[in-house]
T-cell receptor, first 110, second 116 residues
């Protein structure tokens, strides 16, 4: 089983749609969780950290469920500029390992 | 956010030569640095984790004698691809993290290596 698993997609959605991504992780000792965005041939950039209480940043909402070991990202009112690959990232305890999911590709069309 | 500078951004080298990639944290002390490799249409794959002043911890399948990692200071880590071959052609990215819980990891711009 992979340490961090994501549906690779692609998710094809029209502008204005709401889309949700899930990510599961296998190491229950994982410490911190993030969603990164990566555009083609560019470095990943932090989108948001994920906290147990859930957090929201504009159109983006992230949730963490430690009991079920999954993380979610919800994007509301999709924009064309949201088209990218979204990477689920798990930081394991003591900074021993920062593990990326395979990424979920999102394509927002007019 | 914090800045991590990685260079060169791209390099072309002959097969058999060595290439050094630098990763610098410009405005924070990077306790831990991660080195990743990304092949086309694939995700980032962790190659190794290094802590300042310690030997790097390599992931399974990554040759430590081929990919030399040095993390001599809290602001600089280097990855040297020794005796590069065409199959080493890839996108290499470093990431740096400081201390503390929920610390973000900041990424360099990446280095596109082409071995001919």
């Amino acid at each position: 089983r992979k340490e961090v698993e994501q549906d690779p997609g692609p998710f094809n959605v029209p502008e204005g749609a709401t889309v949700a991504f899930n990510c599961t992780y296998s190491n229950s000792a994982s410490q911190s969780f993030f969603w990164y965005r990566q555009d083609c041939r560019k470095e990943p950039k932090l989108l948001m950290s994920v906290y147990s209480s859930g957090n929201e940043d504009g159109r983006f909402t992230a949730q963490l469920n430690r009991a079920s070991q999954y993380i979610s990202l919800l994007i509301r009112d999709s924009k064309l500029s949201d088209s990218a690959t979204y990477l689920c990232v798990v930081l394991e305890r003591g900074f021993q390992k920062l593990v990326f999911g395979t990424g979920t590709r999102l394509l927002v069309s007019p | 956010g914090a800045v991590v500078s990685q260079h060169p951004s791209w390099v072309i080298c002959k097969s058999g030569t060595s290439v050094k990639i630098e990763c610098r944290s410009l405005d924070f002390q990077a306790t831990t640095m991660f080195w990743y490799r990304q092949f086309p249409k694939q995700s980032l794959m962790l190659m190794a984790t290094s802590n300042e002043g310690s030997k790097a911890t390599y992931e399974q399948g990554v040759e430590k004698d081929k990919f030399l990692i040095n993390h001599a200071s809290l602001t600089l880590s280097t990855l040297t691809v020794t005796s590069a071959h065409p199959e080493d052609s890839s996108f290499y990215i470093c990431s740096a993290a400081g201390d503390g819980l929920n610390t973000e990891a900041f990424f360099g711009q990446g280095t596109r290596l082409t071995v001919v």
